[in-house]
């Protein structure tokens, strides 16, 4: 059961930051087991039973990262991550490409989330074309996101829309190449106590309507085709 994360949780992100190294992770590797990956592990697992009993019917996974880097992807970096994450999310071959919940800390602080890592352009075309057959329920969910001052749209824009938007509430959506939903906090207290665990539950509970309505997108048709 998730209790919470500890001092030793954050001096260990810290010290593999400056010590992103082999040896120093092997004398250190029983606090990132007890202290980090086994702490987020719980807490992941905690999360998804929580979501998947809200939406049973959705087939749920949860996913909780480990610190090794791909070898392949090192890019002059060390091999070790200085930060962990869990997501829940629908099993797919390429994850990259479907929408993902998600927690993350790090040694600067802790995000929480809803969004796409990288998405198809189809699956951006279908969104554009579901909000022109019916704008006012992306407008709904788009004025109780402005309305709330948990999260945060981020966007990765396309250098020109690729149509005209509705409204101006819905413009960020069809400059959107990709896109998240998102909290950004520091190493708040609540992260060494079962609090964070309610409080994210409350978050995924205010994300999940958004979920909702991007996980269909893959089944409606492909606006590209005649």
Request: glycine content about 6%; hydrophobic content about 30%; some cysteine.
């Amino acid at each position: 059961m998730f209790t919470g994360f500890t001092d030793e949780t954050v001096d260990f992100m810290w010290g593999i930051r400056f010590n992103n190294e082999r040896s120093w992770f092997e004398a250190h590797k029983d606090i990132y087991l007890t202290q980090f990956y086994q702490p987020m592990k719980e807490l992941g697992a905690e999360m998804y039973d929580f979501i998947r009993e809200k939406r049973p019917d959705y087939g749920l996974i949860s996913k909780t990262t480990r610190i090794y880097r791909d070898a392949r992807r090192l890019h002059g970096r060390g091999p070790y991550k200085d930060s962990l994450w869990f997501s829940v999310e629908q099993p797919s071959e390429q994850w990259t490409a479907h929408p993902t919940l998600w927690f993350e800390l790090s040694p600067d602080g802790w995000t929480c989330g809803m969004g796409y890592y990288m998405p198809k352009p189809v699956t951006m075309a279908k969104l554009r074309a579901r909000i022109d057959r019916d704008p006012g329920t992306m407008e709904a969910l788009t004025r109780k996101l402005n309305g709330q001052q948990e999260f945060l749209l981020e966007t990765e824009d396309y250098r020109r829309p690729r149509s005209a938007a509705p409204s101006p509430l819905l413009k960020p959506w069809y400059k959107a190449k990709s896109f998240s939903i998102y909290h950004q906090d520091k190493l708040t207290e609540e992260l060494f106590s079962r609090e964070i665990a309610d409080h994210l539950k409350r978050d995924f509970e205010l994300l999940l309507p958004y979920y909702d309505y991007f996980v269909t997108l893959d089944g409606d048709p492909d606006p590209r085709e005649p």
